[in-house]
C-alpha cells in the first residue's frame, strides 16, 4: 500500500500535540478507526487496512509520541485519559459528520477503543478488540504482575544513566530482534521477518523513558467497570499463544460484553492480524455484515 494512496494530516490533541493521520475513503458511510498498541506505529494493519475499504473510511494515527506524531506537548500527558482525548480529536477532525464508527484496536488499542465508546457512544457502531484486554496490562503481561513490579526501578535507571540505556535500547540490530521473537515463540514462524523488521525499527526509535512512564499510567488503567455496559456489536479476537495478553483475558472481557462474540485462533500468537489475515479479515467482513449492518449503521 503506497502512502500517496492516503491522505495525510495532523490533527491537535487537546494540548496542542500534533497527532499524525492517514485517512483513505471506503466504499459505504462506515468509517473504521484504527488504534494501535503502545510502540507500534501501524504495522499490525499492513494487511487489513485495504480490506476494510469493503467495510467504509480507513482512519489511522499515531499515539502522541509514536511514529510520525510529535512528543507530548505536555509531558505530564502520558495516560489513558491523554490517549482517549486525542482519540476524541482525531474523530472530531477526521469525521467531522460523525458518520458510524467501528473501532478497532490491537493490544493497547483495545482499551483506548473502550475508552473511545465511554467517551461518545453515540458515535459507535461496533469494535473490533484484537489481542488485548481492558486494562491494567502490565499486570497481566504474560501471565504476571512482574512487569508492574519491575517498571518502577527501570525508569528509575533510564533516569539515572539515560544516555546508556538510549544505546541499549536503540543499538539492538532488528535482525536479532526478529531471530529472538522467533526463538521464544512470541510470533509465529510463519510470519514474515519484514513484518517483525517494521515493529523493531519504530520501537528502537521512540523515547525510551516517555513510552516506560506511559506504559506505567496506563498499566494502572483499567476500563472494566463499563463493559457490562457495552449496547454495540463487539467482536474480540484472541490469539491462543498469546503471552503478552494471555488468552483468558479475552474469555474474561466476553463474558463481561452482553452478547459479544469471541474468536480464539489456534497457534497464534500477539499478531493475530499479520499471522492469520485471511481468516482475521474474513470473520471481520462477517462480522460487520451480520451485527454491524443488521443494526442498520453502514
Same mark, same amino acid.
Given at each position: 500500500? =503506497?502512502?500517496? =494512496?492516503?491522505?495525510?494530516?495532523? /490533527?491537535?490533541?487537546? $494540548?496542542?500535540?500534533?497527532?499524525?493521520?492517514?485517512? !483513505?475513503?471506503? !466504499?459505504?458511510?462506515?468509517? =473504521? *478507526?484504527?488504534? $494501535?498498541? *503502545?510502540a507500534c506505529d501501524g504495522f499490525i494493519w499492513r494487511y487489513l487496512a485495504d480490506e476494510l475499504l469493503e467495510v467504509g473510511d480507513v482512519v489511522h494515527w499515531n499515539y502522541r509520541g509514536h511514529g510520525r506524531s510529535t512528543a507530548p506537548a505536555d509531558a505530564e500527558r502520558i495516560d489513558m485519559d491523554a490517549l482517549t482525548g486525542d482519540l476524541e480529536a482525531v474523530?472530531?477532525?477526521? @469525521?467531522?459528520?460523525?458518520?458510524?464508527?467501528?473501532? *478497532?484496536?490491537h493490544s493497547l488499542g483495545c482499551q483506548v477503543v473502550l475508552e473511545g465508546y465511554r467517551a461518545s457512544p453515540e458515535r459507535v457502531a461496533g469494535m473490533i478488540l484484537i489481542c488485548g484486554a481492558p486494562g491494567r496490562v502490565t499486570h497481566t503481561f504474560k501471565g504476571s504482575d512482574a512487569l508492574a513490579q519491575a517498571l518502577p526501578g527501570i525508569i528509575d535507571a533510564v533516569h539515572r544513566s539515560p544516555r546508556v540505556a538510549r544505546a541499549l535500547w536503540s543499538n539492538v540490530p532488528p535482525e536479532m530482534f526478529t531471530r529472538v521473537a522467533l526463538a521464544l515463540g512470541e510470533v509465529d514462524p510463519g510470519v514474515s521477518p519484514? $513484518? *517483525? !523488521?517494521?515493529?523493531?525499527?519504530?520501537?528502537? @526509535?521512540? $523515547?525510551?523513558?516517555?513510552?516506560?512512564?506511559?506504559?506505567?499510567? /496506563?498499566g494502572e488503567q483499567s476500563s472494566e467497570d463499563m463493559l457490562a455496559d457495552i449496547d454495540v456489536p463487539v467482536l474480540i479476537l484472541a490469539g491462543e499463544m498469546d503471552s503478552f495478553t494471555p488468552v483468558h483475558l479475552a474469555e474474561e472481557m466476553a463474558a463481561a460484553i452482553p452478547d459479544s462474540e469471541l474468536v480464539i485462533f489456534p497457534g497464534a500468537t500477539h499478531v493475530v492480524p499479520v499471522e492469520r489475515r485471511d481468516q482475521v479479515r474474513e470473520r471481520i467482513l462477517s462480522f460487520v455484515r451480520e451485527r454491524v449492518y443488521a443494526r442498520g449503521d453502514g
Amino acid at each position: 500500500m =503506497s502512502a500517496s =494512496s492516503w491522505k495525510e494530516a495532523f /490533527v491537535l490533541g487537546p $494540548d496542542s500535540t500534533r497527532l499524525y493521520t492517514r485517512r !483513505r475513503p471506503g !466504499r459505504t458511510e462506515l468509517a =473504521s *478507526i484504527l488504534c $494501535d498498541g *503502545i510502540a507500534c506505529d501501524g504495522f499490525i494493519w499492513r494487511y487489513l487496512a485495504d480490506e476494510l475499504l469493503e467495510v467504509g473510511d480507513v482512519v489511522h494515527w499515531n499515539y502522541r509520541g509514536h511514529g510520525r506524531s510529535t512528543a507530548p506537548a505536555d509531558a505530564e500527558r502520558i495516560d489513558m485519559d491523554a490517549l482517549t482525548g486525542d482519540l476524541e480529536a482525531v474523530r472530531r477532525a477526521l @469525521n467531522p459528520e460523525a458518520r458510524p464508527e467501528l473501532l *478497532i484496536g490491537h493490544s493497547l488499542g483495545c482499551q483506548v477503543v473502550l475508552e473511545g465508546y465511554r467517551a461518545s457512544p453515540e458515535r459507535v457502531a461496533g469494535m473490533i478488540l484484537i489481542c488485548g484486554a481492558p486494562g491494567r496490562v502490565t499486570h497481566t503481561f504474560k501471565g504476571s504482575d512482574a512487569l508492574a513490579q519491575a517498571l518502577p526501578g527501570i525508569i528509575d535507571a533510564v533516569h539515572r544513566s539515560p544516555r546508556v540505556a538510549r544505546a541499549l535500547w536503540s543499538n539492538v540490530p532488528p535482525e536479532m530482534f526478529t531471530r529472538v521473537a522467533l526463538a521464544l515463540g512470541e510470533v509465529d514462524p510463519g510470519v514474515s521477518p519484514e $513484518d *517483525i !523488521r517494521r515493529y523493531s525499527e519504530h520501537a528502537a @526509535n521512540i $523515547d525510551l523513558l516517555m513510552f516506560l512512564q506511559m506504559l506505567r499510567a /496506563v498499566g494502572e488503567q483499567s476500563s472494566e467497570d463499563m463493559l457490562a455496559d457495552i449496547d454495540v456489536p463487539v467482536l474480540i479476537l484472541a490469539g491462543e499463544m498469546d503471552s503478552f495478553t494471555p488468552v483468558h483475558l479475552a474469555e474474561e472481557m466476553a463474558a463481561a460484553i452482553p452478547d459479544s462474540e469471541l474468536v480464539i485462533f489456534p497457534g497464534a500468537t500477539h499478531v493475530v492480524p499479520v499471522e492469520r489475515r485471511d481468516q482475521v479479515r474474513e470473520r471481520i467482513l462477517s462480522f460487520v455484515r451480520e451485527r454491524v449492518y443488521a443494526r442498520g449503521d453502514g
